[in-house]
């Protein structure tokens, strides 16, 4: 048993070593098995992961800042604690499947997620997979797929973690996370509360004062609760809720005297997952209950936009898996939406069902993946999305992938049912996608070398836009263009030991053409013309140093020139900085941090008319306590 | 002087048109109201215009045009149809309201069809003046962050006849930021005389409006504004010039608040003033035997009185003091 545990426990310390090997691990009971393993570990394809320990030595507050700084995914954010959406590989917004403990995060009405309301510590575990996986998860994932998953540690007796940041522009945000528990209970509570003025002064022109944001406060407040219960060897019974609170106000553009505007969101989330592991079969049954709010104030205009909508969501799935050579998965879900909103004439419905099978072959050499996922909604086939990946060793310090898929995304229920101009008729948008890599690996004395380099190209179909319709001056949903995404992701990154230091050097550029194919007038669009905030020029580089218990990261950024609705958006680049000092106790640790973020005090936007702060700091402290069953130590 | 005025007068006793002016005022809509094409007419017609209304009962939105006596001047809302100051022409009840991304059209009817049209007032609403001051979400604040941004909002006229529509327009700037001295930007903000004239005969008007703030999904600023009191001519008619004193007589002279014009004929007059320039100051059908006519907001100079029946007309000098 203790050995099973030391083995986990070396594993989860290492998560991209766990990755390799997954399959062998299946065996301990001690490691959670979903019957959703195949889901998770798509062949194929790149998979970034985070676990609570990384997570936890990063600046980033939110998931949007995690992937701007770790991953340098494009991130479209219209400023300090407002809207924050991604662009994956060329991608809209739209086209960045979130999900929740396997369930899509994004808000039906709208069809995107606000990435800047996801905390950082919601969850144990996130993940971001690029390229397209419709056949595993379904509508939206074309782009990439963020993984928000909550774990279990079934070998913690008790554990507690507080986290106090303070920082520029009047943030502060606190975290209090405890749980208890024993081989087969375990009980996990995270409560968060964060607030800011982001009252930041921006550069206006060269001999101007600079103006100060208004209307810019925020707070948010998160209970999550996660309940893991063993009922006996082959069944465990999870329960997820998540309970968020927001309350910001929107602050004006550059070019508006002031703003009233404010927001508020919130948001109810119940997941309710069964696992039967039954020798060589799991099967898993999940129930998800989402009701979201999301209510627009704007006071000076008298503004009044209320939304919320109610989403139920049931899955059931089955794997099969014969000596890990062969895997066989299957799932059938069903999900039921209604939704309120100014714009719906009368409160619409949405029911979206889905088979899937996949099928997972390994050999000492060889994993190939074949998927395919048959869509229906409201009563209507959409088009049948298979994907084919595969993973090649070519030698232990070489190896390819590639990936071939068709996806999908579904039209909005803004897109079908708003008033005006909302076509229920819409089709989804749909295409196909091929991506490959190769990756090297390195390693010459104590200095390790990794380098990869990934190719895509992806055309989308029945791309939606809003237009005027023919002979018509309002505007309406269509099923109107086409849109040719193809790029290039080189990697690098390199890790060495001297003596007591840890040095840790990450690296990369990403070439993206997405432009439109098909001309239009309004909106002005002309063929082979990239998307508006999209920029075809992307680097980032990171350092990490470690000695002793100081740790220092730099991150720096460059985003090239991209279009904008109203013009050219300049490019920029930025830095962040870290400090970090971790003492350890027997069964406590501490980490003191101080953050400074645009290190380089560059004036930027990401968004036309949507300032970006200057240069801030913040200052932290995080205690972790923690007690293990069998007197593990941390 | 009484060289110039004796070749306006000249010019007068030759070419005489009856004119007509179209207040909107026969659309009994109370105050702060409007008819947006939901109820009522699609077509709304005054003097010798019509004006189209294109509303779309499942939208529950229109364009085209519209007749509102709206009086709200603070919010800055897309519903609010009031103009920025909030009455039509001369404090007048009712005007009329364009709104379009595209062109808006204005039909010559009756005796005015085919026939110049002298001119019109112009205004801002109150929801295209507030955004193009303050900015919203979507539409910049004129001037940009610093102020300096050569900003505009125009309206351009052009005119269609026998089917064609003319190069030649008339440009109207709702709002004119592109000055060297920001202190001279402006916003129109109160009812502003359009002279047509340069235009010609003409079958019916385009109005389009353009603004420097435009993005993908074309401009910004609310594609509004509004009209009042839209004088066409009805052709040349058969009018006599006769002795100013067989048709009216008026006092004091010079005046310099207010003077009394008493119509000797037994029937409506049209009455119009012109400045020194030749430009229309003041017109009006009368009704009365004797009007009082508030001079109080023209400047102080020489001005010519005509007053004009069905099939006469003269004229007369009126000094302002």
Redesign the interface.
């Known amino acids: 048993m203790i050995k099973n545990i030391t083995l986990l426990l070396g594993l989860l310390a290492f998560p991209l070593f766990l990755l390799g090997q997954l399959d062998t691990v299946i065996t301990i009971p001690e490691v959670e098995i979903s019957a959703e393993k195949i889901r998770k570990q798509p062949v194929g394809t790149q998979l970034e992961k985070w676990d609570s320990e990384k997570l936890n030595s990063l600046p980033a507050q939110n998931i949007a800042e995690l992937l701007t700084t770790e991953s340098g995914t494009f991130i479209k954010s219209y400023g300090s604690g407002s809207l924050a959406t991604s662009s994956i590989r060329g991608g809209s917004a739209g086209h960045t499947l979130v999900l929740w403990n396997g369930f899509s995060l994004q808000s039906p009405i709208l069809g995107l997620l606000d990435l800047s309301l996801l905390p950082l510590s919601g969850s144990e575990e996130i993940s971001l997979q690029k390229g397209g996986s419709s056949a595993l998860w379904g509508s939206g994932a074309i782009g990439g797929v963020i993984a928000l998953n909550n774990k279990s540690d079934f070998n913690t007796k008790k554990f507690t973690n507080v986290k106090t940041t303070i920082g520029s522009f009047g943030n502060f945000n606190q975290e209090v996370k405890f749980g208890f528990g024993n081989s087969r209970v375990q009980s996990v509570t995270k409560l968060f509360h964060q607030q800011g003025e982001n009252n930041f002064k921006y550069f ?2 060269p001999n ?1 004062p600079k ?1 100060e944001q208004t209307n810019a406060q925020v707070s948010q407040q998160n209970i999550l609760q996660d309940f893991y219960w063993k009922i006996d060897k082959k069944n465990q019974l999870t329960l997820h809720f998540w309970q968020q609170y927001s309350d910001r106000n ?1 602050p ?8 009233e ?1 404010h927001q508020n969101d919130q948001a109810t989330r119940i997941i309710l997952d069964w696992k039967n592991v039954n020798g060589s079969y799991v099967l898993q049954g999940k129930v998800g209950f989402f009701k979201e709010h999301l209510d627009y104030y ?1 006071d ?4 009044v936009s209320l939304s919320d909508f109610t989403t139920l969501t049931s899955e059931f799935s089955g794997q099969n898996f014969f000596k890990n050579t062969h895997k066989l998965f299957a799932g059938i879900t069903h999900s039921f939406t209604t939704a309120n909103n100014d714009g719906y004439v009368n409160p619409p419905t949405e029911n979206r069902s889905a088979v899937q099978f996949s099928y997972f072959f390994q050999q000492k050499k060889y994993k190939l993946q074949a998927s395919v996922r048959q869509g229906l909604i409201d009563g209507k086939l959409i088009p049948i999305v298979p994907s084919l990946g595969f993973d090649y060793t070519i030698s232990p310090s070489l190896k390819l992938q590639g990936k071939v898929s068709r996806n999908y995304r579904v039209p909005t229920l803004n897109d079908r049912f708003w ?3 909302g076509n229920e008729n819409l089709n989804p948008e749909s295409g196909w996608s091929q991506e490959a890599s190769i990756f090297s690996q390195v390693t010459v004395g104590k200095s390790s070398f990794e380098f990869s380099l990934t190719g895509f190209n992806r055309n989308i179909d029945q791309w939606i836009l809003w237009a ?1 319709a023919e002979g018509q ?3 309406s949903a269509f099923n109107i263009t086409k849109v040719w995404s193809r790029g290039l992701e080189p990697r690098f990154s390199f890790s060495q030991k001297i003596e007591t230091i840890q040095l840790h050097f990450f690296t990369g550029y990403d070439f993206i053409k997405s432009t439109n194919q098909v001309a239009m007038d ?4 002309e063929i082979g013309q990239q998307l ?1 905030y999209v920029p075809t020029h992307q680097a980032f580089g990171r350092v990490n140093l470690v000695w002793k218990n100081v740790g220092f990261s730099y991150q720096h950024s460059f985003v090239g020139k991209s279009e904008g ?2 013009g050219d958006i300049e490019s920029y680049q930025t830095g962040n900085a870290r400090i970090q000092y971790s003492q350890n106790w027997k069964t406590c640790k501490s980490i003191v941090f101080f953050n400074i973020n645009n290190i380089w005090n560059t004036n930027y936007i990401v968004v036309e ?1 949507r300032p970006m702060p200057g240069t801030n700091y913040q200052i932290g402290i995080n205690f972790l306590f923690q007690k293990q069953l069998n007197h593990v130590k941390l | 002087m009484n060289k110039i005025f004796t070749l306006i007068l000249t010019f007068f006793a030759f070419h005489s048109f009856a004119q007509t002016t179209s207040d909107f005022e026969e659309y009994v809509i109370g105050v702060d109201s409007f008819l947006n094409g939901s109820v009522g007419p699609s077509i709304f017609s005054s003097g010798n215009l019509s004006l189209e209304n294109d509303y ?1 009962p ?4 229109w ?1 085209g045009w519209a007749i509102s006596s709206g009086t709200d001047v603070t ?3 897309f519903s609010n149809l009031s103009t920025i100051n909030g009455t039509g022409y001369d404090d007048s009840n009712n005007y009329a309201v364009s709104f ?3 062109q808006t059209i204005m039909h010559l009817d009756n005796d005015a069809a085919g026939e110049t049209v002298t001119g019109m007032y112009v205004n801002n609403l109150t929801v295209a003046h507030n955004i193009i ?5 979507f539409s ?2 004129f001037g ?3 102020g ?1 941004d050569e900003d505009y909002f125009l309206l351009t006229i052009k005119k269609y006849l026998g089917g064609t529509l003319s190069s030649e327009s008339v440009e109207f700037y709702l709002a004119d930021y592109r000055f060297t001295d920001n202190a001279q930007d402006y916003i129109v903000n109160e009812w502003t005389w359009v002279d047509l004239t340069d235009l010609g005969q003409a079958d019916s008007l385009a109005f389009t409006l353009s603004s420097t ?6 401009m910004n600023t609310p594609a509004y504004f509004a009209i009042d009191n839209v004088v066409t001519s009805d052709g040349v008619v058969a009018v006599e010039n006769v002795d100013a004193t067989s048709l009216f007589e008026f006092y004091p002279n010079p005046a310099s608040e207010f003077f009394v014009l008493k119509n000797l004929e037994k029937e409506n007059v049209q009455v119009s003033i012109f400045d020194m320039t030749g430009r229309l100051v003041y017109d009006n059908m009368l009704t009365n035997d004797q009007t009082e006519i508030n001079i109080q907001h023209f400047s102080k100079g020489t001005y010519m009185v005509k007053i004009q029946t069905t099939t006469k007309f003269a004229s007369q000098l009126l000094i302002k003091q």
Request: aromatic letters at 8%.
């Open positions: 206006v022109a101007f103006r929107i004006p553009t550059n070019v508006q005297t002031k703003s505007a704007d000076a205009t008298n503004l008033q005006v101009g005027p001056s309002i505007w309004l909106p002005k669009r508006i609705q109203y008319r | 779309n499942a939208w529950m939105a364009t919010t800055t809302e379009s991304s595209d001051k303050d900015g919203n979400m910049k604040k940009g962050v610093t300096d703030d435009n993005g993908n999904y074309g």
